[in-house]
């Protein structure tokens, strides 16, 4: 079965939007896959891919409550025309506990129907990649203050594992997504802690997918 394509390099050369190009293949022949980056390189390439972080000093994780004080989360707002797709999160302590402490994903489903939209927000910057050369706006942003006047509605309650060790502290950790947690709109997610702990960085990794 013979196979017609043409002999390219992907890596230096890019087709234009709305061309139909031939399959690129090497010069052996063999059909070439796109393996030139990482998973998440066409959506950063695109300006889907949004960091955001908080400051090093970081920034208070509460304990679960009815009405929850958040320091730390993303909110895809509602009103938002994009899917929201969690890429990563990290999170560092920036003072040693020694209790064992687990951190943990609360979602507020369709939030203004469940106890209102989270009130009293300060959002962080959302900075899209390229870094650099990115200009696309986000419409989810991560915050680093939301009230949620009923965040005893959030049955769904995802604990992060492996964060924390005995004794000699925290260990920084990067959770890595792939696909499995889509926010659409009007959905809050809240990161709390069995116990409130005093100062977190956070980073955030989203991508934007149009609905």
């Known amino acids: 079965m013979n ?3 043409v002999v390219s390099n ?3 050369a890019q087709n234009a939007d709305t061309t139909q190009p031939l399959v690129a ?3 052996a022949g063999e059909l070439l896959v796109r393996e030139l980056g ?3 390189y066409a959506a950063a390439a695109r300006g889907n891919l949004y960091l955001s972080t908080t400051l090093v000093g970081g920034v208070t994780v509460p304990a679960p409550a009815t009405t929850l004080a958040s320091k730390a989360g993303i ?3 509602l009103g938002s025309t994009r899917n929201v797709e969690l890429v990563g999160l ?6 040693i506990e020694v209790a064992l402490k687990n951190f943990a994903m609360e979602f507020q489903l369709n939030a203004s129907q469940t106890g209102g939209v989270a009130t009293a927000i300060t959002k962080l910057t959302a900075v899209s990649q390229p870094l650099s050369v990115g200009n696309n706006a986000a419409q989810a942003f991560a ?10 509605a959030n ?7 492996g964060d924390y060790a005995t004794a000699v502290g925290f260990i920084p950790t990067w959770f890595k997504f792939d696909g499995e947690i889509v926010m659409g709109p009007d959905t809050v997610m809240a990161i709390t802690n069995v116990a409130a702990l005093a100062a977190v960085q956070v980073v955030y990794l989203w991508a934007e997918w149009p609905i």
């Open 25 to 27: 293949q090497g010069r």
């Open 3 to 5: 196979f017609n394509g």
């Open 38 to 40: 990482g998973r998440g």
């Open 143 to 152: 915050y680093t203050a939301a009230t949620m006047t009923n965040a005893a």
């Open 90 to 95: 990290g999170l560092s302590s920036v003072t």
């Open 10 to 12: 992907p890596a230096v």
């Open 75 to 77: 909110i895809n707002p």
């Open 155 to 161: 049955t769904l309650i995802l604990p992060l594992f």
